[in-house]
């Protein structure tokens, strides 16, 4: 996981301003809602959820001006539902004349589990600044506070440090002011005989909706920015839904116009206070910005998207031919990894080279579309193939075989597939002995690869199997409380964090959408 923390002080980024004007042109519109708590709960064991923590209702919401709390006294308000905005609460004195200042703290979490860990004992590598809380000094009360910051929560514990012995806190009128750019006024959800797989669409769409801000964000609750690999598939789930168009052409944008000065697209960038492009560059993720820029001609063609942003596809493709040997081998090298699944318990060479035949399928296609010689690029085509098939396929073993190990694993299968470099006989072959042999899935920790996994599995023509993937992996998600889909999960290891402690969990996060997509795509 080192990758994520590339520090490349050397790299030189251009800012192309008349790419960054058309980005600027699709901002979107936030859309606001008032929501106000369902109750007032306490945090309680339960085995069926997520680490053995659940909530029950105490109190109904309209008792909250009746509750009078001193020192180290709390409550703990449900909202019902996932919620991204900023949080307002009035906040009154009872009792003698206020002789010092409240003391509070206000925790915010996407899950009951989160509020049983301490921020003071979190020793991950990921910055605690991420930690939804905030310590707060009222000198005078009344008053009507209102938090600038913008979080994303389903409950709030609110807990006194300190009053005085002479008075009490007492709230009011707490809300959150919701925040998307996702709009419903359009929005068709089909309809899903499967009760259990209409729950997984349901959650998905809200993950999706959580997710749609300023732009594209992989996570409300954290880093609330502009990846890459999550675009891709949020675009997906959004062609299936809510159809934004113009979110997808800001983002497409926002990367194209700030390349490496060596053309390189990197994996993610930030729009605030600014546009700032990231240092961080991954093999695969700077391909998928072919891929988005060809699953949106599909969708709808847009001559000047596509005359704006070929260039730079172009770029993306030429740089990752480099690293191709004449006999059609990829080499990749630590100066520009491949990501595949946050993992790295398991060689990706062969993904990486899936991946690569995958998007080059693609950009012929653009290339195609703008008149391109293609010649090229189709030799190079047959030759990724060729290789693969000769050399990276097992016929003794049956599957596709990753790095000087030969190892054999799941991405390796599922990404040829993907990219279909055998024909579909031989597809659902590879699919049905990596379920016989390969399952049930282990080392992959995300949502971002099991969508993989399970779109290898539709494709191959293998139905049954994906969807009991689906019900397996998104459904135990809601069946341990989830109200939206989380960044990482392991199903054999549901407390599983990649930081070092679930406290710093997004438990919102948009590669984790795609079931929307999936269901759509397959069996609607």
């Known amino acids: ?32 809602e008032t929501i106000t708590p369902k109750s007032i709960v306490e945090l309680v064991e339960n085995s069926r959820q997520l680490e053995g923590w659940g909530v029950k209702d105490t109190q109904d919401i309209t008792d909250l001006p009746d509750i009078k709390l001193k020192r180290d006294q709390k409550i703990v308000l449900d909202f019902g539902d996932h ?83 002479k008075w009490q806190a007492v709230f009011s009128n707490p809300q959150v002011q919701s925040e998307t750019s996702a709009s419903t006024k359009d929005l068709s959800i089909p309809a899903i005989n499967d009760h259990e797989l209409d729950n997984i669409y349901q959650v998905g769409l809200k993950t999706l909706q959580d997710c749609m801000q300023d732009v594209f964000e992989d996570g409300p609750k954290r880093d609330r920015r502009l990846w890459i690999g999550d675009l891709r598939l949020q675009a ?27 053309g390189r697209i990197p994996a993610n960038v930030f729009t605030q206070p600014n546009n700032i492009p990231d240092d961080t560059f991954l093999f695969d993720y700077s391909l998928f910005f072919i891929s988005i820029l060809d699953d949106f001609q599909r969708f709808q063609a ?18 990752a031919l480099d690293k191709v040997q004449d006999n059609g081998e990829l080499i990749l090298d630590d100066s520009y990894p491949v990501f595949i699944d946050w993992s790295n318990d398991f060689d990706k060479n062969t993904a990486g080279q899936a991946v690569l035949i ?108 994906a969807i009991k993937l689906m019900k397996g992996y998104w459904g135990q998600m809601i069946s341990l409380g989830a ?24 438990y919102c996060h948009a590669w984790s959408c795609t079931p929307v997509y999936l269901i759509q795509k397959y069996l609607i």
């Open 302 to 319: 847009d001559e000047e998207l596509l005359r704006d942003l070929y260039p730079i596809a172009k770029k993306q493709m030429d740089v």
């Open 83 to 165: 919620e991204v905005g900023k949080f307002s609460i009035d906040i009154n004195s009872a009792g003698s004349p206020m002789d010092a200042p409240l003391f509070i703290k206000l925790k915010f979490a996407e899950m009951p589990a989160e509020l049983k860990h301490k921020s003071e004992d979190y020793d991950g590598w990921l910055s605690k600044s991420w930690i939804q809380e905030e310590y707060i000094h009222l000198d005078v009360l009344p008053t009507h506070l209102e938090l600038s910051r913008r979080y994303s929560f389903r409950y709030i514990d609110i807990t006194v440090i300190d009053t005085s012995p």
């Open 358 to 465: 995958y998007t080059l399928r693609q950009f012929i296609h653009l290339a195609d579309m703008m008149k391109d010689n293609v010649g090229g690029y189709s030799q190079k085509l047959n030759k990724l193939i060729s290789y693969s098939q000769s050399e990276l396929f097992d016929e003794k073993k049956g599957f596709f075989v990753s790095g000087p190990q030969r190892e054999v694993n799941i991405p390796s299968q599922v990404w040829m597939v993907l990219a279909h470099v055998m024909d579909d006989r031989l597809n659902k072959q590879i699919m049905q002995r990596t379920v016989d042999e390969l399952f049930p899935v282990t080392g992959i920790a995300t949502p971002y690869m099991y969508h993989h996994v399970t779109q290898a599995l539709f494709e191959a023509g293998m139905k049954d199997e």
């Open 483 to 506: 109200d939206t889909y989380w960044e990482a999960f392991e199903p054999a290891k549901p407390d599983y964090s990649p930081y070092g402690s679930p406290i710093l969990n997004s």
């Open 236 to 262: 997906l789930a959004n062609y299936a839904t809510f159809k934004d168009i113009g979110l997808i052409k800001r983002c497409l944008y926002l990367f194209g116009a700030m390349t490496a000065e060596d």
């Open 1 to 32: 996981m080192a990758f994520t923390f590339q520090i490349n002080d050397e790299v030189k980024f251009k800012h192309d301003e008349r790419l960054l004007n058309k980005a600027k042109l699709y901002k979107p519109t936030i859309h606001q």
